[in-house]
């Protein structure tokens, strides 16, 4: 049994205190115990406070547990959360509520309110269209949290009616501004919300122009007229009749004298309008202009030059007014003392009293006559080739004097203009001039140039070719050539001159000449020719050659199949040589023959060792041969013509003397050549053939 009644085991739910518990047993027995429970604080919770927010702006919130036992749990209430801290964004002014638990499960609570400030709404109105002139009506609307509206014309110059922080102010632009007006409207708004912004277009559109001018007492002075100008069409006038005069222009007549005139200009698409008074002159003649205007003369002109202004003179404070007829009729110029009139004729002039626009019953008469002109006739068109002369013919009449443009002061003059040119006659009789122009053609001018296709390599050569490149002139061009070719290209020429000439299909010509050179004949300068002494290949050839087209080249020939690319081939045997000469460009001059001769000169040392015996010499066919060696050996003997070639070869071995026969008869007369060749040496002999 516990103290505070309760009989069960545990005891539960109990506050703060000492509580005792009697336990009794089945046999009546009993103990007593005591137990105190003390009371535990909760936790210490604050929210720190914040300042006031605009609606739509967020804060965030935090929990401090300033004391308690920890862990902590954390609830916000209305279920923002179970952290420690929370961002809200109310919007209006809030307060918010945290409970926080310790460990002990003792919760301490706090509270913080959010103040929230309203956001600025703003309303500049419509868009607006007034006329030039026109003060603006603003209606601007504020609200939320704006506490004042302020305007602002973003235009210099203006002014508002009472002051810029009337919502309902009337604004006054500058003086005469036409054109696009923006206003802006700015809401001061609760802090810390931000001023808002709200703009108004206004489109000020352009009065029509208005302007009256000429306001004068008519004829008779019971009516009056003026001038009215403007931009637009749409033009009323209160009195008088209007007539349209073109640009703008209304010419306002009849207005009863006295009457004042309403006029009014309407622009239809913007529906603006210009209002003028217009004011009735003083029409009253206070004196009668009896006399008119004093002429100063009458005028002639030629028919081609400008009117020149009549004239009139009258006195101070005096003007003029002129007209077609000597009485009545409309007005052809006021208020002026020159007038230059649209025709020749007669024109007559009033005297005006320019203080009353009283006009003289009387009006002078001056006159404007013309002179006819000359006829000037330069004649037609031409057309030349270049180079060409021209006769500038004009049409001759007596009393006439001419003056052309290049100068020349009779009826005809020649010219030669390089390029088209247009020459001016100017024509005088009785102080009048008049002109006419001829122009002169000239044909483009032929440029031709004579191109080399094919160049004469040698001299004598036939197969030249030419080309005449050509340009310019009236196409088709056509060509001559002096053999008769009318062809662009000739060919199969040899050196000279040619001349083509080249004609237009105006028939303009030009010619154009081209030398065709060919270079100078392959000539034998010079040559000479050193003989073979006694067959032992001692012969020499020197050659000089003149013209064709250096470097040359030199290919000689002789028998035995001798060649040679030398020019002055050296170490040659007797007999005949030919020579092809090649130079640059593969012209040829073939030479020859040129013969070596051989010269026999006395037998050398072996002479006194071995002897050759010819007899008889001369002969006039058969010879002996005796050959006597001073020991056993072998011996060569060869004869060779007056040209050098060999004509007989013997060959004997193993002897020391020997004889034979040779025959001759065969053979043309000359000097030939006996050579005997020993390994001692050799002898050679002459021998002279003779025949019949």
């Not at 009794?24 to 909760?42: E, H």
């Not at 009896?290 to 404070?317: H, I, K, M, Q, R």
């Not at 000739?490 to 010619?511: F, K, M, R």
Request: hydrophobic content about 35%.
């Amino acid at each position: 049994l516990w103290s505070n009644g309760q009989t069960t085991e545990m005891a539960d739910n109990l506050a703060a205190g000492s509580y005792s518990v009697t336990i009794t047993d089945n046999n009546g027995c009993a103990t007593t115990g005591t137990v105190a429970i003390s009371d535990q604080a909760g936790p210490i919770v604050d929210i720190p406070g914040v300042s006031q927010i605009c609606r739509g702006d967020s804060v965030n919130l935090i929990a401090i547990v300033l004391d308690g036992n920890g862990p902590y749990t954390y609830n916000w209430a209305d279920g923002l959360g179970v952290n420690m801290n929370v961002r809200v964004a109310p919007l209006a002014t809030t307060t918010y509520s945290i409970t926080v638990s310790d460990v002990n499960d003792c919760a301490g609570v706090a509270q913080v309110t959010v103040p929230v400030a309203q956001r600025a709404t703003v309303n500049a109105g419509p868009n607006q269209s007034v006329c030039e002139g026109t003060e603006i009506q603003l209606n601007g609307q504020i609200g939320g949290g704006a506490v004042s509206g302020t305007w602002d014309a973003l235009i210099s110059g203006g002014s508002f009616n009472p002051g810029p922080e009337a919502l309902d102010a009337t604004f006054t632009p500058p003086a005469n501004y036409t054109g696009p007006i923006t206003f802006a409207l700015m809401a001061t708004a609760t802090a810390p919300c931000p001023n808002v912004l709200s703009y108004l277009a206004v489109d000020i559109k352009p009065l029509p122009a208005l302007d009256i001018s000429g306001i004068l007492c008519e004829p008779g002075y019971e009516t009056y007229g003026f001038e009215a100008q403007s931009n637009v069409n749409d033009v009323t006038f209160s009195a008088g009749t209007a007539t349209p005069a073109g640009a703008g222009v209304f010419t306002v007549n009849a207005i009863q004298a006295g009457l004042n005139v309403t006029a009014t200009a309407v622009n239809p698409v913007t529906g603006c309008e210009t209002v003028a008074e217009i004011n009735a002159p003083d029409c009253n003649c206070q004196e009668v202009v009896s006399e008119p205007p004093v002429s100063l003369g009458d005028v002639t002109v030629c028919a081609n030059e400008p009117f020149p202004p009549l004239e009139v003179a009258v006195g101070d404070g005096e003007a003029a007014t002129w007209y077609a007829t000597q009485t009545g009729g409309d007005p052809l110029a006021e208020n002026t003392t020159s007038f230059v009139p649209a025709t020749p004729g007669t024109y007559y002039a009033a005297r005006v009293n320019i203080p009353t626009l009283c006009e003289s019953t009387a009006r002078v008469a001056v006159m404007l006559s013309t002179k006819p002109l000359p006829t000037a006739d330069a004649g037609n068109n031409q057309t030349i080739c270049p180079g060409e002369e021209a006769l500038l013919q004009a049409q001759e009449e007596a009393g006439y004097t001419y003056l052309w443009s290049n100068g020349a002061a009779t009826p005809s003059t020649l010219v030669s203009p390089q390029t088209t040119q247009t020459f001016t006659l100017t024509v005088t009789a009785d102080g009048c001039s008049a002109e006419d122009m001829v122009t002169i053609t000239v044909n483009p001018a032929i440029q031709g140039d004579i191109v080399l296709l094919n160049r004469l390599d040698c001299f004598g050569d036939t197969d030249g070719s030419l080309l005449i490149d050509a340009s310019g002139g009236v196409p088709p061009l056509a060509y001559a050539w002096p053999n008769g070719s009318a062809l662009a290209a000739v060919s199969g020429l040899s050196a000279g001159a040619y001349t083509v000439t080249i004609t237009d299909q105006a028939g303009c010509n030009t010619t154009e000449t081209f030398e065709l050179m060919e270079p100078p004949a392959l000539t034998e300068a010079s040559s000479s020719v050193t003989p073979d002494t006694n067959g032992i290949h001692t012969g020499a050839i020197n050659i000089g050659i003149d013209g064709g087209t250096p470097p040359y080249t030199y290919n000689w020939t002789g028998g035995g199949g001798f060649q040679s690319s030398q020019q002055n081939p050296s170490g040659l045997a007797a007999g005949n040589y030919f020579l092809t000469v090649r130079d640059s460009r593969q012209c040829a001059l073939q030479l020859g023959p040129f013969t070596v001769p051989i010269v026999v000169g006395l037998e050398e040392s072996v002479k006194k060792q071995a002897s050759v015996q010819l007899f008889p010499n001369p002969t006039n066919g058969k010879v002996w041969i005796s050959v006597a060696l001073p020991q056993l050996g072998d011996v060569q003997l060869e004869a060779f013509n007056p040209l050098g070639e060999r004509i007989l070869q013997l060959k004997w071995k193993d002897i020391t003397e020997r004889a034979t026969e040779l025959d001759f008869s065969g053979y043309p007369s000359g000097i030939y050549l006996i050579k005997l060749a020993h390994e001692k040496g050799f002898i050679a002999k002459r021998l002279v053939v003779q025949q019949n």
